[in-house]
T-cell receptor, first 113, second 116 residues
Framework: AQSVSQHNHHVILSEAASLELGCNYS??????LFWYVQYPGQHLQLLLK??????LVKGIKGFEAEFIKSKFSFNLRKPSVQWSDTAEYFC???????????FGAGTRLFVKA | EAGVAQSPRYKIIEKRQSVAFWCNPI?????LYWYQQILGQGPKLLIQ????????DSQLPKDRFSAERLKGVDSTLKIQPAKLEDSAVYLC??????????????FGPGTRLTVT
């Protein structure tokens, strides 16, 4: 069965530290990949997405993610986090055709000021 | 552009009662999704509509959950009868469809259901 694994459930960083959140998926076909973020008290919103082309994609607020097909991974990175990045981050996979959407369990990030 | 609307925002019911949630997607979005998000977990897709038709309802507990999307616009999700394990946030999302890059989903604020 298809699944999405996020390796860290809770991450605590100090401001200016670098961030990398892991995401691996299991699906043999073509996928579209997403990272969503949920700030405290707000809706889920799109951070970045990958459909095709350059495997390194850039999103809002300085976030980027790299798709490594051979590793079935789509890790999220930010070189220097801010207190305002405190949120929950979800990796999601949509199988080609849009017929199956699978979310990871989420990673809760807390950034200390 | 107005976002995805959901109501109610909060609902508390007793087990074995019924409850209904309403969702109005972004205008023009053909695809509508209902998710269940239990505390500490990621959203789990319950049902996906493409216009009026159901694309995927493989994870919908059909003995107690039902959903409809009349006229391809707004949608209702019903639980009857509710169980304690149905306590969760129910999220509605919508997306346009058809062309590459259009699977970005826009989420509503969710309905927090507590079953006592």
């Amino acid at each position: 069965a298809q699944s999405v694994s996020q390796h860290n459930h809770h991450v605590i960083l100090s401001e200016a530290a670098s961030l990398e959140l892991g995401c691996n998926y299991s699906y043999g076909g073509t996928v579209n990949l997403f990272w969503y973020v949920q700030y405290p008290g707000q809706h889920l919103q799109l951070l970045l997405k990958y459909f095709s082309g350059d495997p390194l994609v850039k999103g809002i607020k300085g976030f980027e993610a790299e798709f490594i097909k051979s590793k079935f991974s789509f890790n999220l990175r930010k070189p220097s986090v801010q207190w305002s990045d405190t949120a929950e981050y979800f990796c999601a996979v949509i199988t080609t055709g849009g017929f199956k959407t699978i979310f990871g369990a989420g990673t809760r990030l807390f950034v200390k000021a | 552009e107005a976002g995805v609307a959901q109501s109610p925002r909060y609902k508390i019911i007793e087990k074995r009662q019924s409850v209904a949630f309403w969702c109005n997607p972004i205008s023009g979005h053909a695809t509508l999704y209902w998710y269940q998000q239990i505390l500490g977990q990621g959203p789990k897709l319950l049902i996906q509509f493409q216009n009026n038709g159901v694309v995927d309802d493989s994870q919908l507990p059909k003995d107690r959950f039902s959903a409809e999307r009349l006229k391809g616009v707004d949608s209702t999700l019903k639980i009857q009868p509710a169980k304690l394990e149905d306590s969760a946030v129910y999220l509605c999302a919508s997306s346009s469809s058809g062309t590459s890059g259009s699977y970005e989903q826009y989420f509503g604020p969710g309905t927090r259901l507590t079953v006592t």
